[in-house]
């Protein structure tokens, strides 16, 4: 319960520190993008589409995210792909007016209406124009939506990334060695004892870090940062437990050490549930000591 309250008051403290520079540099970045997407509009909505300015409209990430982003709610891209029922491959869609035409149509049937008002019919017919503050209200609305979702994602990415890195410095700092990445269908393709290695399949599923303990037992080891209780559901009982037991199936009992180091809010009865029922080993990123100290006992 202790170490619940430490790891989410951490949690607390980053979000709070974080710097607003990181959203305003994505912010600005996507106005630009924005700003000069909207004012092709009218040439997007026109018939007969032009395909090299669809393809133009999908290459790059932040210039695909942009145009998926003028729909409501932004669109994903593989949601696109889907409904258009087409690749999204500038290449392809340059060459092909007909593919073209559904990228385009998919997106402007779904509009967002109050972001883009000279767009709709029968405004379109009556006043086709948008004023000056039509165009900036839409670029700053457009913008914000996406630089707060790459915020988010960049949350993920780094705090993930962070854990794994923190998880493969303990290991070295024990005088576990780190070798290649493989996949490990079964025990004989796992690191030696005393070895570990970043991101791979196991028995079939993900695994952060697999390191092969001294007594020869493979320790599988998620890392999970949540945001919430109700999220600790998903990244710590569904995935953690769902993973740990596929390898204790696969893998034999006595033969793997599921486990997980985690970082921000967490459900304690989440986590007793994982611990006690699911046979998860569980360590706190503020405690990685105690993963240590596992480690190095066994012999």
């Given amino acids: 319960m202790a170490d619940a309250k430490t790891a989410r008051d951490l949690f607390r403290d980053e979000r709070v520190g974080e710097p607003l520079a990181l959203y305003e540099k994505f912010f600005a970045r996507f106005a630009e993008i924005f700003r000069e997407t909207i004012d092709k509009l009218p040439d997007i909505a026109s018939d007969p589409v032009d395909p090299a300015l669809v393809a133009s409209l999908v290459t790059g990430r932040d210039q695909q995210k942009a145009f998926r982003y003028l729909t409501a709610p932004p669109i994903s891209e593989d949601d696109l792909k889907a409904l258009a029922d087409t690749t999204l491959a500038p290449s392809v869609l340059a060459s092909d007016p007909a593919l073209a035409k559904r990228v385009r149509d998919t997106v402007m049937t779904i509009l967002d209406p109050h972001r883009f008002p000279w767009m709709i019919q029968p405004r379109r017919s009556k006043d086709p124009k948008p004023k000056a503050y039509e165009i900036e209200q839409a670029v700053i609305a457009s913008a914000v939506l996406a630089a707060a979702r790459e915020v988010e ?120 549930n994982v611990q006690n029922n699911m046979r998860v080993a569980l360590f706190w990123q503020h405690r990685l000591k105690d993963l240590a100290a596992f480690v190095k006992k066994v012999k």
């Fill in 153 to 272: 994602t960049h949350r993920r990415t780094t705090s993930k990334e962070g854990q794994e890195q923190a998880v493969k410095d303990l290991l070295t700092s024990i005088k576990f060695k780190e070798v290649a990445v493989r996949d490990i269908p079964m025990l004989t393709a796992a690191p030696k004892p005393g070895e570990f290695c970043g991101e791979t399949r196991l028995a079939g599923t993900r695994a952060d870090v697999v390191a092969r303990l001294l007594d020869g037992r493979v320790m599988a080891i998620e890392c999970k940062v949540s945001n919430s209780s109700v999220n600790s559901y998903k990244r710590i009982v569904h995935d953690t437990g769902g993973k740990a037991a596929t390898w204790y199936r696969t893998l034999g009992d006595a033969q793997v050490v599921p486990a997980a180091v985690m970082s921000g809010v967490f459900s304690v009865a989440n986590l007793e």
